[in-house]
Nanobody
């Protein structure tokens, strides 16, 4: 199972970005799909997560601004980020847990995509 992210970039404060994360390979189903971020000199932190059933959870710092969604037909998870702030700058990582046809659970990290917000 491979995970590829896209959608990062440089935007001004107040702007928006949409990140995508597509999983490929021998996948029976995708369980929890999440986005993490890591700012320079900081630990990686959970930004948003969505269960297979659609339950979502967000970091307090992004509530009301970020929205996680998923398209199970495309094995893809998205992160819509609005009203971006310089404090949102960092490398954003997708994390998924896939299940293959042997009922094995396969956690995977994406390679990361840089998000930079200018003031």
């Amino acid at each position: 199972v491979q995970v590829v992210e896209s959608g990062g970039g440089l935007v001004q404060a107040g702007g928006s970005l949409r990140l995508s994360c597509a999983a490929s390979g021998t996948i029976f189903s995708l369980n929890t799909m999440s986005w993490y971020r890591q700012a320079p000199g900081e630990q990686r932190e959970l930004v948003a997560t969505m269960t297979e059933g659609g339950t979502t959870r967000y970091a307090d710092s992004v509530k009301g601004r970020f929205t996680i969604s998923r398209d199970n037909t495309k094995n893809t998870v998205y992160l819509q980020m609005n009203d971006l702030d310089p404090d949102d700058t960092g490398v954003y990582y997708c994390y998924i847990v896939a299940e293959d046809y042997t009922q094995s659970y396969l956690p995977r990290w994406g390679q990361g995509t840089q998000v930079t917000i200018s003031s």
